[in-house]
């Protein structure tokens, strides 16, 4: 038996409509029917354009959204069935690092009374000085001075802050962490850090990974399996290798075109498929194959009314497509949308509305940026920088990298989850809880802000602030990641 494996996963969230009566008048199908095992000590990665239900997936597996249908088992165990007391204590083995790592963490707590909240919340260490001892052995594995305990959140840099969500995971020796987006917020120079030192924890502490991302190249450097998510649903997923080797289903087949190969003689050879049609919305998802409004092989028979399931087509290679052999063959021919040359003038490899384009435009960062980390023992070297830098100026200047992505992110969402009552506020708020429920219990003894804390540049406060404003009247949420997780 693997060591975690989602069965027939959905996360339906209801559509509320009427103004003194909540009326549900229909669902997002945020996760609809996900099944994946990931194995111990492995690294499984979860690619798919945003607001596929990436998130939502790794959410549900911690139980911080309920789950509309199916099983999650960890080691033999039923998440979804256990009540709320005995689901806490589980999460100690199960932790989630955060797709916003400034967001994630509590402004007004420093990190020492962050990292020993879960700590306490699971009863791990005698006193406080036993935790505080083995939070400096995470934060120097993390490669963070010690001197970081005192210090809050928009003291450090992204890539930090990252740094920071990890450990708050590591105390807690979980078996399994979900990272999501782990290095999306991040500079180009700092992701492959933070890659690095993923796959170092996890070889030395042999840590089994679910770590979701855009980016095609992050999740293959990484990942020993991959699953690619669209509208709620796994439809392809594959060892790495195979995957990249040959990818089977349409979807797949368009977003790795889009991505640009090192090799100048492959890459003037390489040809796009251009996909028609933008992302329907998960409220209104379309009937039988969920890809077959924009699929370039789409069927006149079968692919508008059945439904695909992923079934097993040879080498542990799953693909939900009806016509996945006859694809691969050859046999049959595109029926819509368009194949050219990669490289033709006036091919924009990332134009904004194109679905493909936003994953390749990271892929290529991430890919140049892996080299030089990899040579210049990344850990060290970031600390050393890092510790150097003023922490001002570095401040300013990554507070805004960091946040402007996820600014934009949160804006899309709307639109996705069109006719849904606010789903991206729903998000928000849910989130902001979170942040909330950490200020409550973070507010006795460590929860002050010292003095010296507020000389911070003021665009790095300001940022901070709607989120704070937020927390304070945000709807409960279900469970909050930074302590009970
Ligand atoms: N609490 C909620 N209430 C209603 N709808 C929600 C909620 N949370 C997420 N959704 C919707 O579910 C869908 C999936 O969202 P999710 O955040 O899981 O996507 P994602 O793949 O992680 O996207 P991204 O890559 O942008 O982070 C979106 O349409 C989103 O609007
Ligand atoms: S089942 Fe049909 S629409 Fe769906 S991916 Fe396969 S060919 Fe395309
Ligand atoms: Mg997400």
Redesign the pocket.
Known sequence: MSLLELDGVK?H?P?KKGLLFDRTVGH?Y??DGVSLKVEAGETYGLV????????????SVLRL?DITEGSVVLDGTDLAKLPGEEMRRFRRRLQMVF?DPLGSLNPRQNIESILSEGMIAHGIGKDQEERREKIKAILDKVGLPSNALARYPHEFSGGQRQRIGIARALVLEPDVIIC??PVSALDVSVQAQVINLLEELQEELGLTYVV?A?DLAVVRHISDTIGV?YL?SLVEEAPSDALYAEPKHPYTKALMSAVPVPDPEVEDKRERILLTGDLP???NPPTGCRFHTRCPWAQAERCATERPQLRDVGGGHRVACHYAEDIASGKLTLTKGEVVSATREGVDDNPETDTPAKIPAQAEKISKAEKPAKTEKPAEAEKSAQAEKPVKAEKAEKAEKAEKPVKA?KA???A??EG??K??E??KA?EAAEGEKSVEAGKPAQAEKPAEADDAPAEAEASDAPAEAEASDAPEASEEPGKAV
Do not use: N, W, Y
């Not at 798919?48 to 959410?59: D, F, I, P, Y």
């Open positions: 996360v969230f559509i997002v945020a996760v798919g354009e945003s607001g596929c239900g990436k998130t939502t997936l790794g959410r959204v797709q999501d987006e979701i855009h998510m709620g919305s998960p409220a992110e899309e969402k709307p996705k989850a849904a009552e789903p991206a729903a998000e849910a």
